[in-house]
């Protein structure tokens, strides 16, 4: 993270605009979207006999839908870089309220030193079609994914990848077969600090649906 002294003030040419709309304060130009996901990335390592790693990553996000994509960045000096550079994959898996510790304690130590699903004691499983990632065997659901591109944008590198596949844990379906989302509690990242994510407040195209279908979908009924 960049520290706040490091950060570009509102009247530095970085920050682009000198001061701020009524109201508001301006605090530079700086990565303050929010919330984002927390994600464990995973990534295995050919060299050390295909040893599996995990990195935590708050700068990802869906690009395409058509064919699915999604973007993760790492900063060139992180040790999954070199490793997904390498094997051109990675599985990006979702971290809930349980897997709170482990999503902290992978974005501060380096695979270099330490074997984090084993001091973590967490489960390595197969991702096929991936051949050399692995996939959290804690996670929820995670994503399978192969990279088609590499952006060097400053800090950091961007994967811009596939996904190839995608897998949720069983439990986690209800009986209509739709998934059950707020019964995984995932978290969310704002800004440093790891967020609990709320109830359902609505669904997609809900400001214009009739009746009948907010019945049926908006939480509470007919809103």
């Known amino acids: 993270m960049t520290s706040r002294k490091n950060q570009p003030s509102a009247s530095s040419?970085?920050?682009?605009?000198?001061?701020?709309?009524?109201?508001?304060?301006?605090?530079?130009?700086?990565?303050?979207?929010?919330?984002?996901?927390?994600?464990?990335?995973?990534?295995g390592d050919?060299?050390?006999?295909?040893?599996?790693?995990?990195?935590?990553?708050?700068?990802?996000?869906i690009c395409c839908s058509h064919p699915p994509m999604l973007s993760i960045s790492l900063r060139k000096e992180r040790h999954s870089h070199g490793l997904i550079e390498r094997t051109r994959e990675f599985t990006v898996n979702?971290?809930?309220?349980?897997?709170?510790?482990?999503?902290?304690?992978?974005?501060?130590?380096?695979?270099r030193d330490h074997s984090k699903f084993e001091i973590l004691g967490l489960t390595a499983i197969p991702a096929p079609p991936l051949?050399?990632?692995?996939?959290?065997?804690?996670?929820?659901?995670?994503?399978?994914?192969r990279v088609?591109?590499?952006?060097?944008l400053g800090s950091h590198d961007l994967f811009l990848a596939d996904i190839l596949r995608v897998c949720v844990q069983e439990r986690y379906f209800t009986?209509?077969?739709?998934?059950?989302?707020?019964?995984?509690?995932?978290?969310?990242?704002?800004?440093?600090?790891y967020r609990a994510l709320g109830g359902e407040l609505g669904f997609f195209g809900f400001s214009i649906a009739g009746r009948e279908a907010l019945l049926r979908r908006m939480p509470g009924g007919s809103k």
């Open 46 to 61: 050919p060299q050390r006999g295909m040893r599996s790693n995990l990195i935590t990553v708050a700068w990802t996000g």
């Open 13 to 43: 040419p970085s920050g682009s605009c000198t001061e701020a709309a009524p109201g508001f304060r301006a605090i530079g130009a700086t990565p303050y979207l929010s919330p984002v996901p927390a994600v464990l990335v995973g990534c």
């Open 148 to 152: 088609k591109d590499i952006l060097p």
């Open 131 to 145: 051949t050399h990632a692995p996939a959290l065997g804690e996670s929820p659901a995670f994503l399978c994914c």
């Open 175 to 193: 009986p209509s077969g739709s998934i059950d989302e707020q019964a995984m509690k995932l978290v969310g990242y704002v800004h440093g600090k």
């Open 94 to 111: 979702l971290a809930n309220e349980d897997l709170l510790r482990p999503l902290d304690y992978c974005g501060v130590k380096s695979g």
